[in-house]
């Protein structure tokens, strides 16, 4: 019965994931109820969660910084952005773990719901945008365009 559960809302997922529906992906607070974590599972569960928590609250104080970065000369304003890529690396790493814990606690429907709504965001570009045209990115239009290197014409003597 709980496996007919899950998978019904494994396909509820699955289908919502196509359409626009899922737009933003659901709370963290949401994803025990929606996988349906098992008491055996909520160990890693909270090492997921906890992993996530530290690493928005990193990104938020990190945000505040670019007053203190701006007042830094050039060279040690760079020093300190490495230091912060630095820094934010390692606590990519240390979600990337923690996500690979909790994911091989997962039941195969929970990782393909788990999946679904842990995608990322895909952007459309803006209406009316067009790339910046180039030889390896030609126009769309019919219009004949030279090569990029053509040979200029040689004047008439």
């Given at each position: 019965m709980?496996?007919?559960?899950?998978?019904?809302?494994?396909?509820?997922?699955?289908?919502?994931?196509?359409?626009?529906?899922?737009?933003?992906?659901?709370?963290?607070?949401?994803?025990?109820?929606?996988?349906h974590?098992?008491?055996?599972?909520?160990?890693?569960?909270?090492?997921y969660?906890?992993?996530?928590?530290?690493?928005?609250?990193?990104?938020?104080?990190?945000?505040?910084?670019?007053?203190?970065?701006?007042?830094?000369?050039?060279?040690?304003?760079?020093?300190?952005?490495?230091?912060?890529?630095?820094?934010?690396?390692?606590?990519?790493?240390?979600?990337?773990?923690?996500?690979?814990?909790?994911?091989?606690?997962?039941?195969?429907?929970?990782?393909?719901?788990?999946?679904?709504?842990?995608?990322?965001?895909?952007?459309?570009?803006?209406?009316?945008?067009?790339?910046?045209?180039?030889?390896?990115?030609?126009?769309t239009?019919?219009?004949?365009?030279?090569?990029?290197?053509?040979?200029?014409?040689?004047?008439?003597?």
């Amino acid at each position: 019965m709980r496996a007919v559960a899950l998978s019904a809302v494994a396909l509820m997922v699955l289908a919502l994931a196509g359409s626009s529906a899922l737009a933003q992906p659901p709370p963290m607070e949401a994803l025990p109820e929606i996988l349906h974590l098992e008491l055996s599972q909520h160990p890693a569960w909270r090492l997921y969660k906890d992993s996530a928590a530290v690493d928005r609250a990193e990104s938020a104080r990190q945000g505040e910084q670019a007053e203190e970065l701006n007042a830094l000369p050039t060279p040690a304003r760079l020093d300190a952005l490495l230091h912060q890529m630095q820094k934010q690396q390692a606590a990519f790493q240390r979600q990337a773990e923690a996500t690979r814990a909790f994911y091989a606690v997962l039941s195969p429907e929970q990782r393909t719901i788990f999946d679904q709504v842990t995608r990322l965001p895909v952007r459309s570009p803006p209406q009316g945008y067009r790339p910046q045209q180039s030889r390896y990115n030609p126009p769309t239009s019919s219009l004949p365009v030279p090569p990029a290197y053509a040979p200029l014409p040689t004047p008439e003597r």
